[in-house]
């Protein structure tokens, strides 16, 4: 198995702490990971991206121009990753703030309202983990209880408290992602 | 003595919401919106349009030089 | 086995270094490496291990810092990228010329000039050839993974004060930035002021006791005839190192008609290259060295007996090539070596590695046979 | 009076100038650089210089401000900013050339150049933004970082037992018998950028009459860096930045003018 | 003819700048090179041409002076000695990378670190491979007599302008001490303000009229992509230098069944050399590359078809002496290369030249034949 | 009494301390650095230092002091002596580092290095050799030189709208706070000596006592650079080099105070 | 009151005959000599032995350290 | 024609401006010539040499490990230089400050009393050009004239008054010149 996937937004999104309990649940799981960030100045009040790897085998290259799953989470995202992925792959996108919604059909396609969730949950912070949460659902790459395991690695001891609702944010996430059928 | 009027134009797609025009306004007239642009800022507009007097301190302060300025004598 | 976590290649310096008892670092921030300082002031070893960590005014000040706290016979360090580097030029010459220990870091990007933060391999001539004046070396390690970034540091150190020569980790952007599953190593006690004198006392400036003369660090010598005998000696301890200390890694080479040659981010991508060509039927092998300096040419030589060519494949204009057409000439081979990269900042893709192998060598391909002149 | 009416060419009291570029500034919402852009590009062109001025981008936030502004520019390397304008300068005579520099571009890694070249009265005007911090690298100690504050490499707030004083470099340029005005400044509020503009025209007439070096420090925030919101960037910078670093002017004489040290 | 007298190397490089229409100079004092500035103040060429002089706070700065007024379309130039060399690095992959012309001059002195103050040419490397960090090249210019160092200062700016690069001249403290005849250039003008704007107005940045975009001078680029480009625009630049700009001197080389190979001081110790060899019924001549970036590859891989073997003769640890075997490499011929040098500052004798010839080619020497592998 | 009886180790009165080596000076005769290096060595040895100390020597005629006084040396690259001594003393924070550096290394080139590594309060002492001219390399102008004296790169006198200004780089660096004991000595005369003797002594204990740098210029000759003798050029800095560069301390207080300015 | 009287012992080949103890004698009692030493140098000698204090000044700013000084009280 | 010299001594004894006023001389009969001193701190105080090479052909290296001809003008240069003249070459010293006078026997040795004659013509300044005349005394291989015209290449301008004054220090050099027989 391997999985490489780019995650998008902008910067505040979580992306990054996102694709960081990504690749700690796939260590917890035994596999090899690798995360690899946008970096520099082109992040600041703008967009950043990571990209996660989780294989079973030995990683080469962590940086790709093709993913087998995007998840996008701004409009400049989806203008620069929607191209990206591989044909047969997956696009997962929260609508909020996309003007130009996916319109390949050689892709598998899934929206996530999770800023709408979120918001609803009254916890603008847990965005992330429900976006990862919908995710998983539709790659069910990793155990729910590595998930946790990798969560629970990501966080600083003085956070975890707060597992109990990142993970009732990712069942949240679970719930509402939806396959788009573009037409 | 003549009463000053004023209106701001807010290039909403070149505004980054920071708040510092809404800061320097002295008569409140400014805000920002619920709605973001494309960049996903929430942009400055006038909220109390009547209230500005044109002193163009929003202008002067705003980084991004979005807030372009006029003003008139009230008729 | 050592604590296992997720961690930049950055972080993992600082923690490496921690562990492995250095004394001291100075650096001055630069991306992309600036986790490497950052990570070190968070971690504040020096109220664990007594590490002391200094942000320096510039790259100039930390390489001679650097210079003085190595001359007193202590484990330290540095970390810059590219352009930092450059400005260290003059300090690495002296370094090198006062055979002082010391490990340095080169998180690299794309150049020249300010160039671009993204990951690039293009300071190879500098670290190999010398990037400041005068005929020295240093010893360059080239780690491909956040683990070899962990390792590097104490294998760093320890090939230094083997050698009382600056080692230098030369990384790019890509290993500094990632995240990977390190394995990291136990805690070495740091030095103790009577374990410095024992092991470094015969040169280190650690303060004259009347029992031995005075220790003096310097690079200078007035007398041409002396300067050249400190120039012989240092050549004598390069070809030392040439003959005891050549790492590389050799992947799929047993039978492999074509060598891939790449080191760092560039040998992670033609690892897969190496599937990949596999797959098409192509005899592809790898070879990865560790240490660009010295330079594995033995291997390269041994394998240029059967192998039809070499492709070197950079993220540069084409630097290490040289090295191994150097190496091929001298085994008297007439192995094919050609060059594939990409350069200001852009990793190749493995796709991308396996075309331009079957373009450069499309002759050999069709016929089969080495190219004879 | 409607709106409409009031927005119309007879009643507009201000503008973009246009030698403000269409590049949308990459600063970060609230950054005090895109502010001190705006006073350089309206100065150069209220005086009409735009065919005599060389610009001198920083490595540093600023380093793209060669894209914002629509005169020659060149961008330095870190810190050599005073240098590459006194090669430009000293073979321009004629032309108008100013340095764009941050905290640690001038005061930390630039400290010899900056010096020396204010110390040579260099005909030249230096833009001197003092964020605290080193914003373009993601937030590290700067030369000019407050006791206490928090940052990427002092992030437990900056001891200066182990990390060093903040530098008052300013004062110190003062004193060089090279400069001839040297002033601080701020721009967080509109009264704030009404003054910096002043005095940066008094700096450039004072490059222009070839007085010698011209320094402007502005006191600045770095929102990012200081991990606060713009408006709140502003008050902290009023609370803590400037009683250590007072507004006003601290020279403004003839070259050649010694101090009294 | 133009005026004949005796100057030291150092003296006339000042007296070349003047007269080739220089705009200015910046330097800093290190030996063996400080004549150059000295000799420039004392000649107040600001009175005469307008040239400026300064003496700047250290190389840091001088380079970065350099940088400045080259940007503006103008004849500059810079000199120092090995560290000081060292310490322009960064600054001189920044004018690589900008594309800015310039002259930039090294009087080598022997390292590494302080070294020593007498002649060397253990910079080689750093020159022609690049010491700082990126990918570029610089046109470097090997003078071997003081008619050269005036000769080589006009022709550097002829070619740095031709390429939009910075041209170097690597030169060495022999060169630069000592005295010989010299035949003085005609005085040239420095170009007028117009003449500027009508050479180089569509790069340089002069002052923006409304009749022309602004012009950025600049290194940077945020997106690799673009940067890339650069890149690829630089190499091409590069490949050009190698097809039209390549100089060199061959000596005797046409029945040569050895070829010494050496430049600068080296090269007239090995013209001696060649003499006694040939007195001695040896067939020994020398090529003197002239241009050491672009390297007279062609004419190597010539002299490689017929010749038995070269011999490298470096002021150094042998550096030059891997452009040599690449150039015989890239030839397929299995001539043999070998070394011979001295360091530290010392200059080699003839007769060590030759006995190094005897003793490396004895096998050769011996049976007469190429030897075959 | 004849003088055979006067010369008797119970007469002893004054002997080169034992930390002068036997090495003989390549100094030019009375150039004021051998009279400074026995003065360190001379408080070194009383104050029980040797096994502590550290020096470092910068690039300028004192390069091999290195071969004068008999303790552990480094030797710095030209400039960045202070550095170097960063390096050492944070490492080895009982050591009793110090740098001894001339006007060009400190002040020109290194001038970046100095005033950092005394704004963060480096607990070394800094000896500055300030003899207005760079000695080693041939007599060129330093950044101290005088308005109007002639060096090998002012022939015609230093012109300070060409060439700058001198600079009295240590009324600066007194207003560092991490300095505790800033002064200015010479050493010309057997008082001058004596008083730059005690001088450095109270430096030497600030440094043991960690109260920050302490820094001790000593106005010198450099007869040689001058082209004077060496009497004629104590003469000359009497009457020139001493009003520039007045005598007597600066700054005596503890690390952390600030300056006024 | 005691007279005192010094004595000096000038290292003749190590002295550079700068003429600096010369100066600061406050007794004239130095002065370089006619002859040279071995790197040629005039070397500094007692010319006024008899008036010589011992006061060590030209020891103190010799800056070869070529001077030892003695002193005693007159018998 | 090639001559192959060094000429070393104290600094201060014109030692480097009397190679510089040969080489000139050379120039002038249409010779290669080159000039190469000692440089760097050492010469502080102490010696100072020049290495001065004039010929008729193309000169290959300034500097030298053996010489035709040595003047040597104080006893350091004598430790340093006795050994490195050719056999059958011409050591040419000024016997005041020579404690070891030299010994070999394989070499022509001329003795010059220069500094007295330079104090006796009341003059010291004159001593490089007394010994400069013995040299030619005793190795012809320029014109007078043409060594006439050299001196003032080498002089400025304004020191073109001297000239006779250091003609007549040549000729006493010619004069007084004497070789030494070693016993
Ligand atoms: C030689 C070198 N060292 C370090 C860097 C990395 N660097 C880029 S900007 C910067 C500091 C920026 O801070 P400042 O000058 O205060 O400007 P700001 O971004 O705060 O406006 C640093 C250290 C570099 N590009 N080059
Ligand atoms: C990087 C570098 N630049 C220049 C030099 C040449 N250099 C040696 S000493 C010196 C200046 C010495 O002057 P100063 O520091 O005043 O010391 P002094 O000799 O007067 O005691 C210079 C420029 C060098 N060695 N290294
Ligand atoms: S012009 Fe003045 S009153 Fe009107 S919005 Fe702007 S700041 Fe407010
Ligand atoms: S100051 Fe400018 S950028 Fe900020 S909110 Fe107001 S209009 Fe928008
Ligand atoms: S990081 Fe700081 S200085 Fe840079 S653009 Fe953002 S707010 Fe401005
Ligand atoms: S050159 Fe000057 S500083 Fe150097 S030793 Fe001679 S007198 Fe002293
Ligand atoms: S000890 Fe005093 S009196 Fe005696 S010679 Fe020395 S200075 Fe003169
Ligand atoms: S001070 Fe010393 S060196 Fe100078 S003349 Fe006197 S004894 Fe000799
Ligand atoms: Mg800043
Ligand atoms: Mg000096």
Redesign the pocket.
């Known amino acids: 198995m391997t999985e490489e996937m780019i995650i998008a937004g902008f910067g505040g999104q979580g992306v990054l702490s996102m694709g960081k309990i990504l690749a700690y649940s796939g260590i917890m799981e035994d596999k090899e990971v690798t995360w690899f960030p946008s970096y520099g100045p082109e992040m600041r009040g703008g967009t950043a991206n990571v990209t996660v790897i989780v294989s079973d085998t030995r990683i080469s290259s962590p940086v790709l121009q093709e993913y087998d799953t995007a998840i996008i989470l701004n409009q400049q995202s989806m203008d620069k990753f929607e191209k990206a992925v591989k044909p047969g792959g997956v696009l997962l996108y929260d609508p909020n703030g996309i003007v130009n919604p996916p319109t390949r059909t050689d892709i598998n396609i899934f929206k996530v309202e999770a800023t709408k969730a979120s918001v609803e949950m009254g916890n603008p912070k847990v965005f992330n983990m429900i976006v990862f949460g919908s995710y998983l659902k539709v790659r069910p790459i990793l155990s729910l209880d590595n998930v946790e395991k990798g969560l629970a690695k990501s966080l600083p001891e003085r956070y975890h408290k707060l597992i109990p609702l990142n993970l009732d944010a990712m069942q949240k996430g679970r719930e509402i992602v939806e396959e788009v059928n573009v037409v | 003595m003549a009463k000053v009027i004023g209106a701001v134009v807010v290039d909403k797609e070149a505004c980054k919401g920071c708040s510092v025009c809404v800061e320097a306004c002295p008569h409140d007239v400014l805000a920002l919106h619920l709605e973001v642009n494309s960049k996903g800022y929430h942009y400055s507009y006038m909220q109390n349009p009547e209230a500005c007097v044109g002193c163009a301190n929003c202008g002067v302060v705003c980084p991004d030089t979005c807030i372009t300025v006029y003003r008139a004598k009230a008729s | 086995m050592g604590e296992i976590k997720l961690m930049k290649g950055n972080e993992v310096l600082a923690e490496a270094a921690i562990r492995c008892g250095c004394d001291g670092y100075f650096g001055?921030?630069?991306?992309p490496q600036s986790e490497v300082m950052e990570t070190l002031m968070a971690r504040e070893p020096w109220k664990e291990t007594g590490m002391v960590v200094l942000q320096a005014e510039s790259?100039v000040a930390s390489i001679n810092m650097v210079y003085g706290a190595a001359a007193t016979g202590k484990k330290i360090m540095t970390s810059s990228s590219s352009?930092?580097i450059s400005?260290m030029a003059e300090g690495i010459s002296y370094l090198a010329g006062a055979e002082l220990p010391c490990l340095l870091v080169n998180v690299q990007r794309g150049g020249p000039g300010?160039g671009t933060i993204q990951p690039s391999q293009a300071d190879y001539f500098q670290a190999v050839k010398g990037g400041g004046h005068g005929d020295y070396k240093l010893i360059v390690l080239a780690p491909s993974s956040v683990q070899e970034m962990n390792d590097f540091v104490d294998l760093g150190f320890e090939l230094a004060f083997k050698y009382r020569n600056p080692a230098m980790i030369l990384a790019d952007g890509a290993i500094g930035q990632m995240m990977e599953k390190v394995e990291l190593a136990d805690y070495k006690p740091r030095w103790t002021k009577e374990e410095v004198v024992e092991k470094n006392g015969g040169w280190a400036t650690t303060g004259k006791p009347s029992s031995r003369k005075k220790n003096v660090i310097t690079s200078l010598e007035m007398a041409s005839n002396d300067m050249e005998v400190r120039n012989i000696n240092l050549q004598a301890k390069y070809r030392k190192m040439e003959e005891e200390d050549v790492r590389y890694e050799a992947i799929q080479c047993d039978d492999a008609e074509f060598i891939l040659v790449a080191f760092g981010t560039a040998a992670r991508v033609c690892q897969k290259a190496v599937e990949v060509a596999r797959a098409k039927g192509l005899k592809v092998g790898l070879l990865r060295p560790i240490t660009l300096f010295p330079f594995p040419k033995t291997i390269i030589k041994e394998l240029a007996r059967k192998a039809v060519g070499f492709l070197s494949v950079e993220m540069s204009a084409g630097q290490m090539v040289e090295d191994i057409k150097l190496a091929v000439y001298d085994a008297g081979s007439n192995a094919r070596v050609n060059y594939f990269g990409r350069m200001g900042g852009i990793i190749p893709t493995p796709t991308e590695v396996v075309e331009a192998l079957e373009d450069k060598f499309s002759w050999e391909l069709s016929y089969g046979v080495k190219r004879s002149y | 009076m409607d709106i409409q009416d009031i927005i119309k060419p007879e009643n507009l009291v201000y503008q973009k100038t246009k030698l403000l570029t269409d590049t949308p500034m990459h600063y970060c919402p609230g950054c005090s650089?895109g502010v001190v852009h705006k006073i350089l590009a309206e100065l150069i062109d209220e005086m009409g210089l735009q065919d005599k001025s060389i610009g001198v981008a920083?490595?540093?936030?600023?380093v793209f401000a060669y894209n914002y502004i629509d005169i020659d520019w060149q961008e330095a390397?870190?810190g050599r900013a005073p240098a590459v304008a006194t090669g430009i300068s000293r073979v321009n005579p004629d032309a108008f050339v100013f340095t764009y520099?941050?905290?640690?571009?001038l005061a930390s890694?630039g400290a010899a150049e900056i010096m020396h070249a204010c110390n040579r009265g260099e005909n030249i005007l230096v833009i001197f933004?003092n964020?605290g911090?080193?914003?373009?690298?993601g937030g590290q100690m700067?030369p000019t970082t407050l006791e206490g504050m928090v940052t990427a490499t002092t992030p437990n707030g900056r001891n200066v037992e182990l990390n060093g004083y903040p530098m008052r470099i300013t004062n110190l340029i003062a004193q060089l018998p090279g400069t001839s005005y040297v002033t601080r400044q701020s721009v967080h509020t509109a009264g704030g950028v009404r003054k910096c503009k002043k005095a940066v025209k008094k700096a450039i007439q004072n490059v222009l009459d070839k007085k010698g070096t011209s320094f402007v420090e502005v006191v600045s925030t770095?929102n990012s860096g200081w991990k606060l919101s713009p408006v709140a960037s502003n008050k902290w910078m009023e609370e803590n930045m400037i009683p250590y670093y007072p507004l006003g002017d601290m020279k403004d004489s003839v070259k050649g003018e010694h101090s009294e040290n």
């Open positions: 001055y921030p630069i991306t790259e352009p930092g400005l300010l | 650089h920083p490595v540093g936030c600023a390397a870190h520099q941050g905290d640690g571009d890694i933004i964020n911090i080193y914003g373009m690298t700067a770095c």
